[in-house]
């Protein structure tokens, strides 16, 4: 178990970085909270941690993972009982004009596109670790860290840009 | 690391792990020494630039105000961009999950640590003895409480008026609506009625069930005695003076001098830390007071670690907030929030899935900087 002054550190070092990676995970800041949290509880019921930060992030993503899934059981349900009380086909609302043409919401639906391990990859770099935590986090080989993140990056430039232009050419 | 062999170009992974410095200085100089000579690669690598800045820049565009607050907050939707995350947040059941919930941060660490360290983060649940509100200063501890999360989520950032902070736990409603509001002078005169103390369990009867009144009522009995051990070091070691060594008098602020409110008190806020024991039938935890000029009223109770970490607690009917103040120079620096057990309708003695927790920052991240002030006024 870690030391409750251990955990404290690790808390007062990592709680806002997780933070701000989980909200631009989910999109959602109270859940990235929550997630947070979690994960600090998972960390002091630990028994030893080699590489903090990449344990903190990789277990801070897996139950991001585990928060979609149970998302989509409840979104899947929540279709069918629309179903059965319109008996109709339920049609997601798309984004506003205003949405679309804002660059939050472009980046997220840019962010979105990317294939998970990509999108994980990019954001723990933008918090700052480094490629052989983000290896060990994403248990990748070092080498494969430069690769997917090239990737991460031409593709959420390319999806970004394309929105940009499907944004300009939609009637405002 | 470097993936490349004599006579050919690196590939672009390599390019970008080059210039977020991966590679090793080996790498580096064999590097800079292909992309001096090889046009086609000093190409890629000024593309690799340009996406590097521009992904960093879409990346930091997520941070801005989120999406899901241009919709109405009344109009709950499932949408294309994930926001159903919302849905997961406030519902009636995690609502009266948390409106029957009575659990310090303590029992975290000492429910696992309690026999191995007794100096450790310690809280105690406790009923706040308060007084009727009075202007500013003095609202019950317990307010917000009856359902944390949810107020949690309706709070705004901003400080809130004490009165729509008091209205808005159903606590709070129903004292508002079953006792007219009072106020109380200076204790000029001991024949002035106080208020009761909003009861921990008492205040919760009327959202509670009765099998969650009495998990709550033995997770208290039970965290106090798991407590009482570790939170003696404290007593003991300290002088039995009012303001001891151990204690003292300091000032908190939320970072940055923003207003703000911890638990309903305004902040800035005084508090005088005492090791002195309580009244009678009162547990005897070391206890912090908020010192205002008109009187000292005690609002929770408080402990040092071994590594100098100042524990302030404050109990309520559904969840209990610590702020953890670790020391750094002058202040004392740390995050204020809410420690709410996920379920205790069960009676039998918490699993270890039971004993996990719900850390969540107060109300609007509230980040607290404590600075040591005289006691004398």
């Not at chain 2, 390019?15 to 410095?21: M, Q, S, T, Y």
């Not at chain 2, 020494?33 to 890629?44: I, L, M, N, Q, R």
């Not at chain 2, 919930?101 to 191995?116: M, N, P």
């Not at chain 2, 007219?180 to 002078?185: F, T």
């Amino acid at each position: 178990m870690v030391a409750p002054d251990r955990l404290e550190l690790l808390f007062k070092t990592y709680h806002d970085p997780l933070v701000r990676f989980l909200t631009r995970q989910t999109g959602d800041r109270d859940a990235a909270e929550e997630i947070a949290q979690e994960t600090f509880i998972r960390a002091l019921n630990q028994d030893e941690i080699a590489s903090e930060r990449s344990w903190i992030f990789a277990v801070a993503m897996n139950l991001v993972r585990d928060e979609a899934r149970k998302d989509m059981r409840r979104r899947r349900r929540l279709e069918l009982m629309h179903e059965e009380a319109k008996s109709e086909a339920v049609v997601l609302p798309g984004p506003t004009s205003m949405e679309r043409h804002d660059d939050q919401a472009m980046a997220r639906r840019a962010i979105e596109m990317l294939a998970e391990r990509d999108r994980d990859a990019l954001l723990m770099r933008e918090e700052g670790l480094s490629y052989p935590e983000i290896a060990s986090a994403l248990e990748l080989s070092l080498h494969s860290v430069g690769t997917t993140l090239s990737r991460a990056r031409r593709r959420l430039m390319e999806a970004y840009e394309r929105l940009q232009a499907e944004g300009s050419k939609a009637p405002a | 690391m470097v993936d490349w062999a004599d006579g050919e170009h690196p590939d672009e992974g390599t390019i970008h792990a080059w210039l977020d410095g991966a590679l090793d200085a080996d790498e580096s100089a064999k590097m800079e020494t292909h992309v001096d000579s090889c046009a086609s690669c000093a190409s890629h690598v000024a593309e690799a630039r340009g996406l590097i800045a521009g992904a960093s820049r879409v990346v930091h565009h997520l941070d801005d105000a989120p999406a899901p607050l241009l919709r109405p907050a009344s109009t709950p939707t499932v949408s294309a961009t994930g926001s159903a995350w919302r849905m997961l947040r406030v519902t009636p059941a995690r609502a009266s999950i948390a409106a029957v919930l009575l659990v310090a941060l303590g029992i975290t660490f000492t429910y696992e640590k309690s026999s191995v360290d007794s100096s450790r983060e310690m809280s105690a649940l406790k009923r706040v003895e308060t007084v009727e509100p009075t202007a500013g200063t003095s609202a019950p501890m317990d307010e917000r409480t009856t359902s944390a999360p949810a107020a949690a989520q309706m709070a705004p950032r901003q400080a809130l008026p004490m009165q729509d902070s008091v209205l808005r736990s159903a606590v709070a409603r129903r004292i508002a609506s079953e006792q007219p509001q009072r106020s109380v002078e200076p204790a000029a005169d001991a024949a002035v009625p106080v208020a009761p103390p909003p009861s921990v369990l008492g205040a919760s009867a009327g959202s509670a069930s009765a099998g969650s009144r009495v998990t709550a009522g033995r997770a208290e009995q039970q965290v106090g005695e798991m407590t009482r051990k570790a939170l003696a070091d404290n007593v003991s070691a300290a002088p039995a003076s009012s303001a001891p060594a151990g204690g003292g008098c300091f000032r908190l602020e939320s970072r940055g001098g923003a207003p703000s409110e911890w638990r309903g008190v305004p902040l800035p806020m005084e508090i005088v830390l005492s090791s002195a024991v309580g009244a009678p039938g009162d547990r005897g935890e070391p206890r912090f007071a908020i010192r205002t000029p008109r009187e000292e009223r005690a609002i929770g109770a408080w402990t040092r670690s071994a590594g100098d970490t100042l524990s302030l607690t404050m109990f309520g009917a559904s969840a209990t907030t610590t702020a953890l103040l670790v020391p750094g120079g002058e202040t004392r620096e740390g995050l204020a929030y809410v420690v709410t057990p996920p379920r205790s309708d069960a009676a039998a003695p918490a699993s270890s899935s039971e004993r996990r927790m719900t850390l969540r920052k107060d109300a609007g991240g509230l980040q607290i900087v404590a600075r040591r002030i005289a006691c004398a006024k």
